[in-house]
C-alpha cells in the first residue's frame, strides 16, 4: 500500500526480554518519527530521523530504547530487557521532509509485556 | 515542561449537530498546529493543520481557528455524523524542535 506500514501490529513478550518493531515510511519520505501512546493518553515523542540520521533523540525514556534507519526507508526500533511499563501502541509516522508539516502515521505496535 | 491540553475529554452530540472540540497550548513559541482524528486500533488521521500566521482555516465540514493572545485552538465539525465518532488530539510543533507534540485527546460521541 502507500501508507506507512508497521509490523508487527501486535506482540506480546515476556519481561526482560528484547523487542523489535519495524516501520516502512511512505516511499521518498525522508523525515521519520516514532512515538509512543499508552492507553488512553496522546502521543509521547520518541525520536526523529532525517534520512539516515537521528537528530532528536530526546524522547528515548533510557538507554534501553534504540532505533535505527537504513537506506532512507526501513526503520527498526529497539527495546532491550523489556519492562512491563513499556507496554503500549508505539506508533511511526513520516513526511516529505522535516518541519511543520503533516505527519502520516501507520496504525502501531501494540506491545504488551507480560 | 510545556504540552498541549485539550479542555473537555469527553463530548456527545446527535448526528447533524456541529461540534467544537477545544485545545489550550502553552508554548508560546509554537508555530503550526494539527489536528489528528484517531479511531480504534488505527493510528492519527490528519484532518487539518494552521501555521500561527493565520487564524482560521477551513477545510471539508471542518474549521480551525487559532487565537495566539489566549494560546487557544479549536476545531469545529459542521453537520456531524456517526463516522466522526473518533478521539481527537491537537498538536503543536516549533521553536527548534520538529516533533509534535500532542494533547490528551478529546472523545467524540455521535448518536442518530
Redesign the interface.
Known amino acids: 500500500g502507500a501508507g506507512v506500514s508497521q509490523s508487527p501490529s501486535n506482540k506480546v513478550t515476556e519481561k526482560g526480554k528484547d523487542v523489535e518493531l519495524r516501520c516502512d515510511p511512505i516511499s521518498g519520505h525522508t523525515a521519520l518519527y516514532w512515538y509512543r501512546q499508552r492507553l488512553g493518553q496522546g502521543l509521547e515523542f520518541l525520536i526523529y530521523f532525517q534520512g539516515n540520521s537521528a537528530p532528536d533523540k530526546s524522547g528515548l525514556p533510557s538507554d534501553r530504547f534504540s532505533a535505527e534507519r537504513t537506506g532512507e526507508s526501513v526503520s527498526t526500533l529497539t527495546i532491550q530487557r523489556t519492562q512491563q511499563e513499556d507496554s503500549a501502541v508505539y506508533l511511526c509516522a513520516s513526511s516529505p521532509y522535516s518541519g511543520p508539516r503533516p505527519q502520516h502515521f501507520g496504525d502501531g505496535t501494540r506491545l504488551s509485556i507480560l | 515542561g510545556e504540552s498541549?491540553g485539550l479542555h473537555l475529554p469527553t463530548l456527545s452530540v446527535q448526528e447533524g449537530d456541529n461540534s467544537i472540540i477545544n485545545c489550550a497550548y502553552s508554548n508560546s513559541a509554537s508555530?503550526?498546529f494539527?489536528w489528528?482524528k484517531q479511531e480504534s486500533?488505527?493510528?492519527?488521521?490528519?484532518i487539518i493543520?494552521i501555521?500561527s500566521n493565520m487564524d482560521k482555516r477551513q477545510g471539508q465540514r471542518v474549521t480551525v481557528l487559532l487565537n495566539k493572545t489566549v494560546k487557544h485552538l479549536s476545531l469545529q465539525i459542521a453537520a456531524t455524523q456517526p463516522g466522526d465518532s473518533a478521539v481527537y488530539?491537537c498538536?503543536e510543533?516549533?521553536g527548534a524542535?520538529?516533533?509534535?507534540?500532542?494533547?490528551?485527546?478529546t472523545t467524540l460521541s455521535v448518536s442518530s
Do not use: E, M, S
Not at chain 2, 486500533?41 to 490528519?46: A, D
Open positions: 498541549v508555530d503550526y494539527i489528528y486500533g488505527k493510528g492519527p488521521q490528519f493543520d501555521r488530539f498538536a510543533a516549533g524542535g520538529t516533533a509534535l507534540i500532542f494533547g490528551k485527546g
